[in-house]
């Protein structure tokens, strides 16, 4: 998983990361954020190593959420929907949505969120799901 602003910035120990020299296919690298312009900059910049491009909406580590990345997203679907459209329409590769349940009891939208998911016509239509921590569900919308 690999910070897309970070990727937008240069940052040389992210591009680290993304070596996958010898690594067998197919590769599927993540990316969170939730600057549409990091997105769109880190999907077509991880699209030349990548098979397949996964977007992290799910992960609820504190460093990730208190800048408003992975679930945080949860509590504006729309902002979700409009960075996995706009790596969509940047990107030829298939495009993945991690997500969980909600970011909450009180705030569940992965009903809402799947289905918005569904119209961006994310390259590839089917549902998977395993339990995590919390016994909150995650989802790739695939």
Same mark, same amino acid.
């Given at each position: 998983m690999?910070?897309?602003k970070a990727l937008m910035y240069g940052d040389? !120990?992210?591009k680290l990361l993304l070596n996958t020299k010898g690594e067998k296919r197919p590769i599927i690298v993540q990316i969170f954020g939730s600057n549409i312009e990091a997105m769109k900059t880190a999907s077509k910049y991880v699209e030349d190593i990548a098979d397949?491009?996964?977007? *992290?909406? =799910?992960? $609820?580590? $504190?460093?990730v959420v208190k800048n408003g990345d992975g679930s945080k997203l949860l509590l504006d679907v729309d902002l979700a929907v409009n960075i996995a459209k706009e790596v969509v329409n940047t990107v030829s590769k298939p495009v993945t949505v991690k997500?969980?349940? =909600?970011?909450?009891? !009180?705030?569940?939208v992965y009903e809402?969120? =799947?289905k918005?998911?569904?119209?961006?016509?994310?390259?590839? *239509?089917?549902?998977?799901?395993?339990e995590q921590e919390r016994n909150i569900s995650v989802v790739n919308v695939i």
């Open positions: 690999v910070s897309a040389e !120990k992210t397949i491009i996964d977007i *992290n909406m =799910g992960c $609820p580590a $504190p460093k997500i969980r349940k =909600g970011w909450d009891e !009180k705030h569940i809402e969120l =799947g918005r998911l569904e119209e961006v016509r994310s390259k590839s *239509n089917y549902l998977t799901s395993e």
